[in-house]
């Protein structure tokens, strides 16, 4: 997934037996498409005939907060750009957080996004909350999400959704994945 590329291709490495050695590979990230860097190690036995073998390493994450910075656009382009994403990503609220306003300053924190909504429309005591997103990775990707909040009358507990959008579905999904991870980390804290 996403664009990675190999910076410098390690040069091959011959061992005599019960030899090791450490090599290195750097790997350039150009996209946040790119969550996880898979790698293997091929080698052949001196002597035998037939297929390279064949070692499948570990997968090394990418934490996508690593490349996402808050950022702010206009009402407008806003929409516009809400449009034009094809990318959807919708995240149900499960939160024992009971005040609105704290709920969205937990969301900002745990995603690095800037709240495009003004503070003075997020004041006062209505029982519900509805609030845009933006934020921008360092690759250029735009990242743009909504929170459609409710306090329930009956229980205090809020219900909504948070619908996310972006150009590519690796933006999307990670962004839904941290926000449904920072809610069971606030749940369970």
């Not at 080698?43 to 570990?58: A, E, P, R």
């Not at 206009?74 to 094809?86: G, I, N, P, S, V």
């Not at 509805?130 to 306090?151: P, T, W």
Request: hydrophobic share 40%; net charge negative.
């Amino acid at each position: 997934l996403g664009d990675l590329k190999l910076v410098d291709k390690p040069s091959p490495i011959t061992l005599a037996g019960n030899d090791f050695c450490n090599t290195k590979a750097q790997v350039k990230v150009a996209s946040t498409e790119t969550g996880i860097i898979f790698g293997n190690i091929v080698y052949d036995v001196s002597g035998v005939s037939g297929d390279k073998s064949c070692v499948v390493l570990n997968d090394i994450h990418i934490d996508i907060m690593d490349y996402i910075v808050p950022a702010t656009c206009t009402d407008t382009e806003f929409r516009k750009m809400w449009a034009e994403f094809e990318w959807e990503n919708k995240v149900s609220v499960q939160s024992n957080i009971t005040d609105m306003n704290q709920y969205l300053e937990h969301i900002l924190k745990s995603t690095n996004m800037c709240c495009l909504t003004p503070r003075q429309a997020l004041e006062g005591d209505c029982g519900f909350l509805a609030a845009n997103l933006y934020a921008k990775s360092v690759f250029g990707e735009d990242a743009l999400a909504n929170i459609s909040i409710e306090q329930l009358s009956d229980s205090g507990a809020l219900t909504g959704h948070i619908r996310i959008r972006a150009k590519s579905q690796g933006m999307a999904l990670s962004l839904g994945d941290k926000i449904t991870h920072s809610q069971k980390k606030e749940a369970g804290a």
